[in-house]
């Protein structure tokens, strides 16, 4: 089953706002409060991502959703504690601006690509 791709750019801002609000939170919060903030989120950010390579949009598109999939699923994989202390804390960091710089980018990438040129070509015509 595939989603209309208008969607596409409503759940990358979504990604984006997401990975945002990890960034924030993985300093702004103690770090067994941002643990617990951040394991939620990212696992929504990994379930929102894989779902949204079966929306209709190009291969590079679902390519950068794939991607945002695998850094969310990262994501949650170290919050839930592959690594420990500052290191999980730095990891998680790293990953969750990764994110939001792959959701930023497939964003534009999606814009420019169902951008109409702005000025168009005039057919010419032979004089006779």
């Given at each position: 089953?595939?989603?209309p791709?208008?969607?596409?750019?409503?759940?990358?801002l979504a990604?984006?706002?997401a990975?945002g609000?990890?960034?924030?939170?993985?300093?702004?919060f103690?770090?067994?409060?941002a643990?617990?903030?951040?394991?939620?989120?990212?696992?929504?950010?990994?379930?929102?991502a894989?779902?949204t390579?079966f929306?209709r949009?190009?291969?590079?598109?679902?390519g950068?959703?794939?991607?945002?999939c695998?850094?969310?699923a990262?994501?949650?994989?170290?919050?839930?504690g592959?690594?420990?202390?500052?290191?999980q804390?730095?990891?998680t960091?790293?990953?969750?601006?990764a994110?939001?710089a792959?959701?930023?980018a497939?964003?534009?990438?999606?814009v420019?690509?169902?951008?109409?040129?702005?000025?168009?070509?005039?057919?010419e015509?032979k004089?006779?």
């Amino acid at each position: 089953m595939q989603f209309p791709s208008r969607l596409y750019a409503y759940v990358m801002l979504a990604l984006a706002l997401a990975g945002g609000f990890i960034v924030v939170t993985t300093f702004a919060f103690g770090h067994s409060t941002a643990n617990a903030i951040d394991i939620g989120v990212t696992a929504a950010v990994t379930l929102a991502a894989a779902a949204t390579c079966f929306i209709r949009v190009g291969r590079i598109l679902r390519g950068a959703a794939l991607l945002t999939c695998v850094f969310g699923a990262w994501t949650f994989l170290v919050t839930i504690g592959v690594f420990d202390g500052e290191t999980q804390r730095w990891v998680t960091f790293a990953f969750a601006a990764a994110i939001v710089a792959t959701s930023i980018a497939a964003q534009v990438i999606n814009v420019h690509a169902n951008e109409l040129p702005a000025v168009r070509r005039v057919p010419e015509t032979k004089a006779a």
